[in-house]
């Protein structure tokens, strides 16, 4: 086997993405030696009974000392006061980075708490599911999925390129970007989909004249896919908004107006408009998954073990009907 790229490498939060990183971490080869930090003892204790890591520190401190990587698994919103607790404890040339599904605020809360002597490139893995927790992770999560990095400027090329390569070794595909533009698009590719979800879940809970046991008993696919994502981290999601907020409020103004066309359409009997846009989003859907038989979105039906509606929508050769 080859000599791992890392001697050591600090996680700190063992949740779905910091036990995914772990597990890849170990048994791909990535690292000699997986040192995992989380807050809560109980936390800790199932990565521990998991076998995620080499050691376990309810520390942050002693968990980053040595280490020639350290990635903040935790909600955005944790990430700036753990920057400052680890901060003092940071090994020179250490790459500092994070999975956060926010960059912006992460850059503005971190970067000043971090020692000039370690090499700052923040990451988001573009891969998750509806799960939390040590438990939920698995070695595939990021298997020909994307990973973004939004170095700083005046970063080290060298500590980008070894961390693309962190990434690569999991079987994630890399693209750098500035944060503010990584903000942008995931508002409207994540973020907003997500509220979208939330929303129209609630809305269904709370309607008087459709008990809650028809919506159950109905729901067809497409409500279902909803509640799975509905079903996500509500402490990550929080965050995700508080911190997103002008890319967000951007995304959903314009959501409003084109939802605003449509109930016009509909109210006027617009038949035209409402053809036109459907055929038009068929299109879309349809040449993102002709793109995806060559790039990362030939995904559908990846994961045989999970039941969701990526697996139902897919046939067994993975097209979808
Ligand atoms: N869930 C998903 O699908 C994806 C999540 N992300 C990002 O990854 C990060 C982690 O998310 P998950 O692993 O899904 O969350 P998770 O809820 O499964 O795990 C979060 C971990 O952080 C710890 N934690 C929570 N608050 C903390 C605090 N204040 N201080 C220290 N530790 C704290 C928890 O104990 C847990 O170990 C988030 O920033 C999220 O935006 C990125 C890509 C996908
Ligand atoms: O579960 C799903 O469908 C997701 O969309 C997962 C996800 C959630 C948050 C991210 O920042 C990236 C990926």
């Given at each position: 086997?080859?000599?791992?790229?890392?001697e050591?490498?600090?996680l700190?939060?063992?949740?779905?993405?910091?036990?995914?990183?772990?597990?890849?971490?170990?048994?791909?080869?990535?690292?000699?030696?997986?040192?995992?930090?989380?807050?809560?003892?109980?936390?800790?204790?199932?990565?521990?009974?998991?076998?995620?890591?080499?050691?376990?520190?309810?520390?942050?401190?002693?968990?980053?000392?040595?280490?020639?990587?350290?990635?903040?698994?935790?909600?955005?919103?944790?990430?700036?006061?753990?920057?400052?607790?680890?901060?003092?404890?940071?090994?020179?040339?250490?790459?500092?980075?994070?999975?956060?599904?926010?960059?912006?605020?992460?850059?503005?809360?971190?970067?000043?708490?971090?020692?000039?002597?370690?090499?700052?490139?923040?990451?988001?893995?573009?891969?998750?599911?509806?799960?939390?927790?040590?438990?939920?992770?698995?070695?595939?999560?990021?298997?020909?999925?994307?990973?973004?990095?939004t170095?700083?400027?005046?970063?080290?090329?060298?500590?980008?390129?070894?961390?693309r390569?962190?990434?690569?070794g999991?079987?994630?595909?890399?693209?750098?970007?500035?944060?503010?533009?990584?903000?942008?698009?995931l508002?409207?590719?994540?973020?907003?989909?997500?509220?979208?979800?939330?929303?129209?879940?609630?809305?269904?809970?709370?309607?008087?004249?459709?008990?809650?046991?028809?919506?159950?008993?109905?729901?067809?696919?497409?409500?279902?896919?909803?509640?799975?994502?509905a079903?996500?981290?509500?402490?990550?999601?929080?965050?995700v908004?508080?911190?997103?907020?002008?890319?967000?409020?951007e995304?959903?103004?314009?959501?409003?107006?084109?939802?605003?066309?449509?109930?016009?359409?509909?109210?006027?009997?617009?038949?035209?408009?409402?053809?036109?846009?459907?055929?038009?989003?068929?299109a879309?859907?349809?040449?993102?998954?002709?793109?995806?038989?060559?790039?990362?979105?030939?995904?559908?039906?990846?994961?045989?073990?999970?039941?969701?509606?990526?697996?139902?929508?897919?046939?067994?050769?993975?097209?979808?009907?």
């Amino acid at each position: 086997m080859s000599e791992p790229l890392f001697e050591r490498v600090a996680l700190i939060g063992i949740g779905l993405i910091g036990s995914s990183i772990a597990i890849n971490a170990k048994k791909r080869g990535l690292a000699r030696h997986v040192a995992i930090a989380t807050r809560r003892p109980e936390t800790l204790a199932r990565a521990e009974e998991l076998e995620l890591g080499d050691s376990y520190h309810a520390d942050f401190a002693e968990a980053v000392s040595g280490a020639d990587l350290v990635i903040l698994c935790v909600p955005v919103g944790a990430c700036g006061a753990v920057s400052a607790l680890i901060a003092p404890s940071l090994a020179k040339g250490a790459i500092v980075s994070d999975v956060g599904s926010v960059k912006g605020s992460v850059v503005e809360a971190m970067r000043p708490n971090l020692p000039a002597h370690v090499h700052f490139v923040p990451g988001h893995p573009i891969a998750g599911t509806e799960q939390s927790g040590p438990d939920a992770g698995f070695l595939e999560l990021f298997e020909n999925r994307w990973t973004i990095l939004t170095p700083v400027e005046g970063t080290d090329e060298a500590a980008v390129q070894r961390l693309r390569a962190f990434w690569e070794g999991m079987g994630s595909m890399v693209e750098t970007m500035t944060p503010e533009h990584h903000d942008l698009v995931l508002a409207i590719v994540s973020h907003v989909p997500h509220l979208i979800a939330f929303n129209i879940v609630g809305t269904a809970a709370d309607l008087e004249t459709v008990t809650q046991s028809e919506v159950i008993k109905f729901s067809a696919s497409g409500f279902r896919d909803f509640t799975r994502i509905a079903a996500s981290d509500p402490t990550m999601w929080r965050d995700v908004f508080l911190t997103n907020r002008d890319a967000v409020l951007e995304m959903l103004a314009r959501f409003s107006e084109d939802l605003a066309s449509l109930q016009r359409a509909i109210r006027w009997g617009d038949g035209d408009a409402l053809f036109d846009l459907f055929t038009r989003t068929r299109a879309i859907r349809r040449s993102i998954i002709a793109a995806g038989q060559d790039t990362a979105d030939a995904d559908f039906g990846r994961q045989p073990h999970r039941r969701d509606g990526w697996n139902e929508a897919a046939g067994a050769d993975g097209k979808i009907r």
